[in-house]
C-alpha cells in the first residue's frame, strides 16, 4: 500500500505517530493509509490505543511524533529534531472541517432539538442561511429515518435514535471521512442493528469511513480494510477475507477467539 | 390608619434604595462573575490563582467588613466613595466571587464530549462556550444562582450600618419613635414580597431552560 499513487486519492496517511499519556506510550509508531471511498475497519482489545489513534487523526488529542496528511496536506509532521509540529490553526481548521466524527456516547447537544442540532454548526461555522441548510438537514433525517422526531429533544430518544442523528449531524457538514469510535457499544443488542444499518447506507454510498469497532460483522462485511491492533501497535492488517478467514498472527487468532464465541 | 399609611409609605420609600442596591448589584456581579469563573479555568497559571486568592478573600471574610473596609478604610488612604458606590463595590465584588464558584462548577459539570461534539463539528472557542457550554451552565446552576439572589435581597440590609435610609434603618427609625413594632412586621413583609417575587421568576426560568431534560 505504499505506491506512489495520485497523492489526492489519499485522504488520509499517517506515518510512524507516537502518542504517550505521561508515561504511558499508547502509540507505538502507527502508520495508516485511508483512500477515497474506503471503509478501514480498527479492531483489537480494550486498552490497545483504537480511540486514541482515531482521536489523534482529527486533533482531539495531540501526536508526540510523526506525520498525518489530509486530503494531501500536512495536519501534523515532524521537524527537524523529530518532533511534531502541527499546521498554522487556520489551516489546519480547514483540514479537519473535512472530517465528521461519531462518538460513542452521541454527544448530541441536549438544550437543542434534534433539527437544531443539525443546523447548529452549518449556520454558525459555514455561515450558511437557515433556508438553505434546513432542506438538507430534513433530507438527512430521511435518510436516518428521523424525520418525525425533528423536533425532540435528545433526552426523549432512544440510544440507537440519538446514535442516528449524531450521523446526521456530522453529514450535515459534508465531510469527506467520517470516523466512528465503537458507535454502538454504548447500545442495546436490539438498538445497535438500526446504527449499523445507516453505517451500511454510508458506506455503499462510498463514503470514506474510519471505524473502531467491536462488531465483527460489520467489520467482515462492510469494511475494505481492516486494522488490527493491540498494545500501541499494529499487529496485522488486510483485506477483511484474510484477517477473519485465516489470520497470521497468534494474538489476531486469539482476540478474534475470545470476539466470536 | 394614617400613621399605617404613612408608615407603609416611608418604607416603600426606604425600599426604593434596597432595590436600587440589589438591582445594580446583581447587573454587575453576575457578569463579573462569569468572567472570574473563566479566569479561574484559564490554563494561565498566574490568573487562575489570583483568582483563587480573590474568591477566597471575598468569601472567607464577613460581608460586613468588606463593606466597613471600603466605606471607612479606604477613604483613610485617599480612596473616596458616595455611599451608594461604595455599598455597590462591596457587594458587587463580593457577591462576583460566590457567583464565580457557582458558575465554574456549572462549567466544569458539562461534560468533555460537548466540547468535543463542537470541536469536531468545527465550532470556534468562543462559539462552544456561547452557544453549547453557556446555555447549558445556565441551566444547571440557576438553583444556586436562585439562592444567592434571595440571600443578596436580605443583605442588602447590611447597608443600614453605611447610614443609607434603607428599608430596615427606616423601619428602625420608626419603631424607636412610636415605641411600636408594626414597622417591623411591615418591613418583614417588604422582604418577603421581594423573595416571593424572585422565587416565582427563577421557577419561570428554571422551567424554560429545563425544558429539554425531564
Ligand atoms: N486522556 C487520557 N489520559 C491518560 N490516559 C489515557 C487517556 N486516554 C486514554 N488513555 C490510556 O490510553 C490507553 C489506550 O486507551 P484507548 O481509549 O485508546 O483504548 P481503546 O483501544 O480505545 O480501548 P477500548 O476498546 O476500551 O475503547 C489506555 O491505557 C488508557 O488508559
Ligand atoms: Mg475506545
Redo the contacts between chains.
Keep these: 500500500m505504499e505506491n506512489t499513487t495520485n497523492k489526492a486519492e489519499y485522504m488520509i496517511r499517517a506515518r510512524g505517530i507516537f502518542k504517550s499519556f505521561q508515561d504511558n506510550e499508547v502509540l507505538k509508531g502507527i502508520s495508516l493509509d485511508v483512500c477515497q471511498g474506503e471503509v478501514l475497519s480498527i479492531i483489537g482489545p480494550s486498552g490497545s490505543g483504537k480511540s486514541t489513534l482515531l482521536r489523534c487523526l482529527?486533533?482531539?488529542e495531540t501526536i508526540d511524533k510523526g506525520s498525518i496528511e489530509v486530503k494531501g496536506e500536512f495536519l501534523v509532521k515532524n521537524d527537524t529534531s523529530g518532533r511534531a509540529v502541527y499546521a498554522p490553526k487556520h489551516e489546519m481548521?480547514k483540514m479537519?472541517?473535512c472530517?465528521?466524527?461519531v462518538?460513542q456516547?452521541f454527544?448530541?447537544?441536549?438544550?437543542?432539538t434534534v433539527l437544531e442540532n443539525l443546523l447548529?454548526?452549518p449556520l454558525?461555522?459555514?455561515r450558511q442561511t437557515r433556508e438553505e441548510i434546513q432542506p438538507v438537514a430534513e433530507e438527512l433525517l430521511r435518510k436516518v429515518g428521523l424525520y418525525e422526531k425533528r423536533d425532540a429533544?435528545?433526552?426523549r430518544l432512544s440510544g440507537g435514535q440519538q446514535q442516528r442523528v449524531?450521523i446526521a449531524?456530522?453529514l450535515a457538514?459534508k465531510p469527506d471521512i467520517m470516523l466512528f469510535d465503537e458507535p454502538t457499544s454504548a447500545l442495546d443488542p436490539e438498538l445497535t442493528v438500526e446504527v449499523l444499518k445507516t453505517m451500511r447506507g454510508l458506506a455503499a454510498e462510498r463514503m470514506t469511513m474510519v471505524v473502531v469497532t467491536h462488531e465483527m460483522t460489520f467489520a467482515r462485511d462492510v469494511s475494505s480494510h481492516v486494522i488490527f491492533m493491540a498494545d500501541g501497535l499494529i499487529i496485522e492488517q488486510g483485506h477483511p477475507a484474510d484477517i477473519f478467514g485465516c489470520p497470521k498472527e497468534e494474538r489476531t487468532r486469539l482476540f478474534l477467539g475470545n470476539m466470536l464465541h | 390608619m394614617e400613621k399605617l399609611t404613612e408608615t407603609v409609605l416611608s418604607i416603600m420609600a426606604g425600599s426604593k434604595i434596597t432595590l436600587e442596591i440589589f438591582v445594580l448589584t446583581l447587573a454587575m456581579s453576575l457578569p463579573l462573575g462569569f468572567f472570574v469563573a473563566l479566569m479561574r479555568l484559564s490554563s494561565v497559571r498566574p490568573l487562575a490563582v489570583i483568582m483563587d486568592v480573590y474568591i477566597w478573600i471575598m468569601r472567607g471574610s464577613p460581608l460586613m467588613l468588606q463593606l466597613l473596609f471600603v466605606y471607612f478604610a479606604l477613604p483613610m488612604v485617599g480612596v473616596r466613595f458616595s455611599d451608594i458606590s461604595a455599598a455597590l463595590l462591596a457587594f458587587t465584588l463580593n457577591y462576583a466571587a460566590y457567583f464565580a464558584e457557582i458558575f465554574r462548577a456549572g462549567i466544569q459539570s458539562i461534560?468533555r464530549?460537548?466540547y468535543?461534539?463542537a470541536?469536531?463539528?468545527?465550532?470556534t472557542y468562543a462559539?462552544t462556550m456561547q452557544?453549547?457550554i453557556l446555555?447549558?451552565m445556565i441551566?444547571r446552576t440557576l438553583p444556586p444562582i436562585s439562592n444567592e439572589t434571595i440571600n443578596l435581597v436580605k443583605d442588602t440590609s447590611l447597608i443600614y450600618i453605611l447610614a443609607m435610609n434603607d428599608l430596615l434603618r427606616v423601619a428602625r427609625t420608626i419603631v424607636q419613635r412610636d415605641f411600636d413594632m408594626t414597622a417591623f412586621f411591615i418591613a418583614g413583609l417588604f422582604y418577603l414580597v421581594m423573595t416571593a417575587v424572585l422565587t416565582a421568576i427563577f421557577k419561570r426560568m428554571e422551567a424554560y431552560?429545563g425544558?429539554?431534560?425531564?
Design positions: 482529527n486533533h482531539l481548521r479537519l472541517s472530517m465528521g466524527m462518538f456516547q454527544n448530541l447537544f441536549p438544550h437543542m447548529e454548526a454558525q461555522v459555514k429533544y435528545p433526552s449524531a449531524r456530522a457538514m | 461534560p464530549g460537548q468535543e461534539a470541536k469536531t463539528l468545527g465550532l462559539q452557544r453549547i446555555p447549558q441551566h431552560y425544558k429539554y431534560d425531564e
